[in-house]
């Protein structure tokens, strides 16, 4: 049938038909077979891009790990066992005379000044009204920023005893911070 239609055509319309029936073909293999297929490659090439975005975000959390294990285990260090809040208190107080004691400091007065407490840690600060030569203020000052435990001084005040003394008053805040 297709052929004795053919048949009757003219050499002109057969080359119509002939065109007419490649370029059908080719849209139904672009549609059937060819767009799909670049449909899933496009598809599969976001999804590699995705991928490795997330691969190059887990690699910098990875090489992040030993940097945090190392800050970790250094911290660790100033974390240990804490008692109820008088017994850290009375462990502040402690070292800070020990600390006095070493650097030849006269303590005048010192009192807790409280606690303040937060997720990960717990900061228990002491008032300190000392006398003594600079030298051996800065050389407490010294030993409290150095010490093994975590003291630092908050703030201080520093002012000569009489005129013609070489002694100082001094007036600091030390505080200690443990972590949970």
Same mark, same amino acid.
């Given at each position: 049938? %297709?052929?004795?239609?053919?048949?009757?055509?003219?050499?002109?319309?057969?080359?119509?038909?002939?065109?007419?029936?490649?370029?059908?073909?080719?849209?139904? /293999?672009?549609?059937? %077979?060819?767009?799909?297929?670049?449909?899933?490659?496009? *598809?599969?090439?976001?999804?590699?891009?995705?991928? +490795?975005?997330?691969?190059?975000?887990?690699?910098? /959390? *990875?090489?992040?790990?030993?940097?945090?294990?190392?800050?970790?285990?250094?911290?660790?260090?100033?974390?240990?066992?804490?008692?109820?809040? #008088? #017994? #850290?208190?009375?462990?502040?107080?402690?070292?800070?005379?020990? $600390?006095?004691?070493?650097?030849? $400091?006269?303590?005048?007065?010192?009192?807790?000044?409280?606690?303040?407490?937060?997720? @990960? +840690?717990?900061?228990?600060? @002491?008032?300190?009204?000392?006398?003594?030569?600079? #030298?051996? %203020?800065?050389?407490?000052?010294?030993?409290?920023?150095?010490?093994? @435990?975590?003291?630092?001084?908050? +703030?201080?005040? /520093?002012?000569?005893?009489?005129?013609? +003394?070489?002694?100082?008053?001094?007036?600091?805040? %030390?505080?200690?911070?443990?972590?949970?």
């Amino acid at each position: 049938m %297709i052929a004795a239609y053919l048949a009757r055509l003219n050499k002109r319309e057969r080359l119509v038909f002939y065109g007419a029936a490649i370029f059908i073909s080719l849209a139904f /293999i672009d549609r059937l %077979i060819v767009g799909p297929v670049f449909s899933k490659m496009k *598809a599969l090439d976001d999804r590699i891009g995705q991928e +490795s975005e997330l691969i190059r975000k887990n690699a910098r /959390i *990875a090489a992040e790990k030993g940097r945090v294990a190392a800050v970790s285990s250094q911290m660790s260090a100033y974390s240990r066992k804490t008692g109820t809040q #008088e #017994e #850290e208190v009375a462990y502040l107080l402690g070292e800070v005379e020990k $600390l006095a004691r070493k650097t030849s $400091l006269y303590i005048v007065d010192m009192k807790p000044l409280g606690v303040s407490e937060d997720q @990960v +840690s717990r900061k228990y600060s @002491v008032d300190l009204n000392c006398e003594a030569q600079m #030298e051996q %203020i800065m050389g407490f000052m010294y030993e409290v920023e150095n010490s093994s @435990v975590l003291f630092f001084v908050e +703030s201080f005040n /520093i002012t000569p005893k009489s005129t013609d +003394s070489s002694i100082a008053k001094c007036n600091m805040r %030390i505080s200690s911070v443990v972590f949970l």
